[in-house]
């Protein structure tokens, strides 16, 4: 399965300007990093654990491969929004 992740994001990295803007991609990641615990979950630790940490890894290793291999994507607003 990570192997297929990787083939996945670097297609999507490849293939993100088609559809949308370096600056809404970078938003929406944010925005899924700092993802909410649902009312209806249960414990927090629970949530942190087995939810919210393993999306949030996810997010880091999407913005460091983009980083890494398109840079120029990166243009001096994006920096700093970053």
């Known amino acids: 399965p990570y192997s ?4 996945y994001m670097k297609t ?3 293939t ?3 559809f949308t803007t370096a600056r809404v991609l970078l938003t929406l990641l944010v925005r ?5 615990q649902p009312r209806e979950f249960g414990g927090t630790d629970e949530w942190h654990r087995h ?3 393993p999306i949030q ?3 880091v290793n999407i913005i460091k491969s983009w980083i890494e291999n398109y840079f ?9 929004c970053l």
């Not at 899924?32 to 909410?36: G, I």
């Open 4 to 7: 297929h992740d990787l083939e």
């Open 12 to 14: 999507f990295l490849l």
């Open 16 to 18: 993100y300007p088609h």
């Open 32 to 36: 899924r990093y700092f993802v909410q």
């Open 51 to 53: 939810v919210q940490k």
């Open 57 to 59: 890894l996810r997010v």
């Open 72 to 80: 120029s994507d990166f243009d001096e607003a994006l920096i700093k």
